[in-house]
């Protein structure tokens, strides 16, 4: 069969899969350019939502302009980081009042390293056992986890050991009763693939340690079920799968179970109990406002809020499967259309997230060339090619239409000169 015979019937199935998803094609809930374009780039930057440009509008034009300082009481700004965190958290499976919205990832990261700290020596005081100092991480981590708590180490006297999520079992049974905290991320991010949240929890939580879960490249397209297996802590950005736009907020997940102890090492006067009563004496919050800090940032916080609209009315469990087949249908394509181009992303679908990872020595070269050609992915070094697959506004028909133009640019040899092409500083 010919590439041309090959790409008829990928068009065909596509048509079929897309009928038959029961989620189903929600594109016009986003802004999107009409050129043919297909971006594949939602795991570092979401499409824009709709509903976003006329909320920030509102918030600035008539909250901001109209209402004011009066904004903080009328408008429900003060409420705004618990009340978007309780939209997050029900994508996470987190029932109300255990996410807050706030920050970045990076400070968010870094009140959970210590706060687990701080409740290790808690534990251990009076018991005559020696404090838990070791947090196991996995080197393949964002480099901003690894390097939040390699200083979060130094500061509070913590040993790092490394180790990959399939080794974090062995390591806990060699030293469990030194760790502290277990910190991974539920999706790897340069090859897409997914680890078992499940069953690390239960390794850490036999071995009396708790976890800390990144879901920076999973939040809104992978079912966390964060209250059903009894997660300790979770941290992520909302500016990818969830859309929030370029720098908006963080949140953190601290269950009902864990907030009386939450001893957050950046106590702003947000966490307070009593915020307003302007006390030098600190006391903390005894809710899920203990994980706040300072003031938070309305606009990209109202503009998050506005942009989780995109996701009134759907299951998560409905965009993981039509994830899933977008994934698969994509691999499907590439088998058949580009076989010389090796798939770092695990093909089991219970392994791999909502992105693939192509490998190839001149991957630079194809994803600018494929950019050239309205195809938007990224590269990671030195040889991935990354394309995230956005369930909510992404379609079976696209991501043929990206494996047909990587064929294109490979027979053309478009991918050559782009290789020459200087690189930039962000990808």
């Known amino acids: 069969m010919t590439a041309a015979a090959d790409t008829t019937v990928l068009a065909q199935r596509a048509a079929r899969l897309e009928a038959a998803d029961a989620l189903g094609d929600l594109r016009e809930r986003f802004d999107l350019p009409d050129d043919g374009s297909v971006y594949l780039v939602g795991n570092s930057l979401g499409a824009l939502p709709r509903a976003v440009a006329p909320a920030v509008a509102d918030a600035v034009q008539r909250q901001w302009g109209r209402s004011r300082v009066g904004g903080w009481n009328t408008e429900g700004w003060w409420a705004a980081p618990q009340r978007v965190g309780d939209r997050i958290g029900a994508l996470l499976g987190a029932a109300p009042g255990q996410v807050v919205v706030g920050d970045c990832t990076s400070v968010q990261l870094h009140k959970v390293h210590l706060a687990a700290a701080s409740e290790a020596r808690r534990r251990s005081t009076g018991t005559g056992q020696p404090v838990r100092r070791v947090v196991v991480a996995d080197p393949g981590s964002f480099p901003t986890d690894l390097f939040v708590l390699a200083s979060d180490a130094r500061l509070a006297g913590l040993e790092v050991v490394l180790a990959a999520p399939p080794e974090v079992p062995a390591v806990l049974a060699a030293r469990g009763d030194e760790v502290a905290l277990v910190a991974l991320s539920q999706v790897d991010y340069r090859t897409g693939e997914l680890w078992d949240l499940p069953g690390l929890t239960r390794a850490a939580h036999d071995a009396g340690a708790p976890v800390l879960w990144d879901l920076c490249h999973s939040a809104g397209v992978v079912p966390a079920d964060l209250d059903a297996h009894d997660v300790d802590y979770a941290v992520g950005c909302s500016y990818k799968f969830l859309n929030g736009g370029p720098g908006a907020p963080a949140w953190v997940y601290v269950p009902h179970r864990l907030q009386a102890g939450f001893a957050n090492p950046v106590p702003g006067w947000n966490s307070a109990a009593q915020p307003f009563a302007m006390t030098g004496e600190y006391t903390p919050a005894p809710d899920i406002a203990v994980a706040r800090t300072g ?130 500083t962000v990808t």
Do not use: C, K, N
């Open 295 to 424: 003031t938070p940032q309305m606009i990209s916080l109202l503009a998050l809020e506005a942009a989780l609209t995109a996701y009134d009315d759907v299951d998560v469990v409905a965009v993981r499967a039509r994830s899933l087949s977008l994934t698969g249908f994509a691999l499907e394509a590439l088998d058949a259309l580009v076989p010389e181009v090796e798939v770092v992303t695990p093909r089991e679908p219970g392994r791999r997230g909502s992105a693939l990872a192509l490998r190839h020595p001149q991957a630079w070269g194809l994803t600018r060339a494929l950019h050239a050609r309205g195809v938007e992915g990224d590269f990671r070094a030195p040889d991935v090619v990354r394309w995230g697959v956005a369930p909510l506004y992404l379609s079976h028909a696209d991501v043929l239409a990206a494996v047909v133009a990587l064929r294109a640019v490979l027979d053309g040899g478009e991918h050559e000169a782009a290789e020459r092409a200087e690189r930039p």
